[in-house]
C-alpha cells in the first residue's frame, strides 16, 4: 500500500481511495473562504498550485484574462503539467452588492479558466457552481433536474454552467452544485448572538445539505484523480441537517422564531452520482460531526 493510499484510508479520513496517479492541480480563487479551506486540508499541499490576483508568497500571481485578452505567461507556466484546474473564481451576491464587478462575471470567469486550461493542455476542469440552481423544487435534487432558480445569483450561476460546457473541447468540464460548506455559511460561520432561525409549526428548523471543509477537500482531491466525471455533480455528503442541530452541535445560542410561508424547510441534494466515485463515512454526515471539521479548520487558520 502506498503512503498516499494509508493516508485516504487512516482515522479520519471521510474517503477510501479510490484515487487514481498522483498529479498537481491548480486552484483559481485560491484566496477565498473556500480556497481557504482547500489549501488547509488538501492531502497533497505539495501538489496545489494556488492562484492569487495580488502577490503573495507561495502563490502564483496573475490575473484571469477577459475574452479578448491572451493567457499571461505566469497563468500559463501555472497551469502546465497540472491535472486538474479547480475554478472558485467567482462573483457572490455580497461582492457584487459592493460594486465594480457584477453576477454576470461568473460566466466570464468560468469561461477564463477553461481558456487557461485548454491553452495549457489541462484535461480537467473543475468549476464552482451553486446548489441555489435549483431553486425552491422539492429534493432529493438530482443532476438531471430542469432547474428554476430563484435568485439572480442562481440564475447567473445556471447561465455559468450552460456557457462553459458549451465551450468546452479538449478539456472536460464538471460544474460542481456546492451545498452549504460547515464555516463558510450563514449558520455557522454567519453566527451572531441572538441569532434567529425559522421554525415551521412541527417545530423544524430548516434543513440543508452539507458538507465539512475536510471532507470537501478530501472530496475534490478525489475527483481531480477520478477516471471519468458527468457535466454536473453535487457536492454534499449524503442526507441533510437542521441548522437548530447544528448550531445546538456547536454550542451556539439561537432563537426560534415563526418561520414565513415562503421559507423551503428542506434542501437536500442528491449525492448517488458523487458516490460513485467517493465514500463518505457515518461522521461526515451528523451535526457533531460537520462542526468538529468545522472546528478543525478554524484552529489551522
Not at 503573495?56 to 491572451?70: T, V
Not at 425559522?198 to 423544524?204: C, K, S, T
Not at 477537500?217 to 455528503?237: E, F, G, Q, S, T
Request: hydrophobic share 45%; proline share 7%; aromatic share 4%.
Amino acid at each position: 500500500m502506498t503512503e498516499l493510499m494509508a493516508s485516504m484510508i487512516s482515522m479520519g479520513n471521510a474517503l477510501s481511495g479510490r484515487v487514481l496517479a498522483s498529479g498537481d492541480v491548480l486552484l483559481l480563487g485560491a484566496t477565498g473562504r473556500l480556497g481557504g479551506m482547500l489549501r488547509r486540508h488538501w492531502p497533497e499541499p505539495e501538489a496545489l498550485r494556488s492562484q492569487s490576483r495580488e502577490p503573495r508568497p507561495g502563490f502564483y500571481d496573475f490575473k484571469l484574462p477577459n475574452a479578448e485578452e491572451s493567457q499571461s505567461d505566469a497563468a500559463l507556466a501555472a497551469a502546465r503539467g497540472a491535472r486538474a484546474i479547480i475554478s472558485l473564481a467567482g462573483v457572490t451576491p455580497a461582492r457584487a452588492g459592493a460594486g465594480g464587478v457584477a453576477l454576470e462575471d461568473n460566466a466570464t470567469l468560468a469561461l477564463a479558466a477553461l481558456k487557461l486550461a485548454e491553452t495549457a493542455g489541462v484535461p480537467r476542469l473543475l468549476v464552482a457552481s451553486s446548489a441555489a440552481v435549483y431553486g425552491a423544487e422539492d429534493g432529493p435534487l438530482q443532476e438531471e433536474l430542469s432547474c428554476a432558480p430563484l435568485s439572480d445569483y442562481g440564475r447567473q450561476k445556471l447561465a455559468m454552467e450552460k456557457a462553459v460546457q458549451e465551450a468546452s473541447g479538449e478539456t472536460a468540464v464538471t460544474a460542481l452544485r456546492i451545498g452549504n460548506v460547515a464555516g463558510a455559511d450563514a449558520i455557522l460561520g454567519g453566527w451572531r448572538p441572538g441569532m434567529q432561525i425559522d421554525r415551521f409549526p412541527d417545530g423544524r428548523t430548516p434543513s440543508r445539505s452539507y458538507i465539512g471543509p475536510v471532507t470537501l477537500a478530501r472530496v475534490l482531491h478525489a475527483l481531480c484523480r477520478a477516471d471519468k466525471l458527468p457535466p454536473i455533480l453535487n457536492i454534499a455528503a449524503p442526507g441533510a441537517v437542521e441548522m437548530g442541530a447544528l448550531l445546538d452541535a456547536a454550542g451556539l445560542a439561537w432563537e426560534p422564531k415563526p418561520a414565513p410561508a415562503a421559507a423551503i424547510p428542506e434542501v437536500r441534494l442528491d449525492t448517488n452520482a458523487l458516490e460513485r466515485h467517493v465514500d463518505f463515512t457515518p461522521e461526515t454526515q451528523t451535526p457533531a460531526g460537520l462542526v468538529q471539521e468545522w472546528q478543525q479548520d478554524m484552529n489551522k487558520r
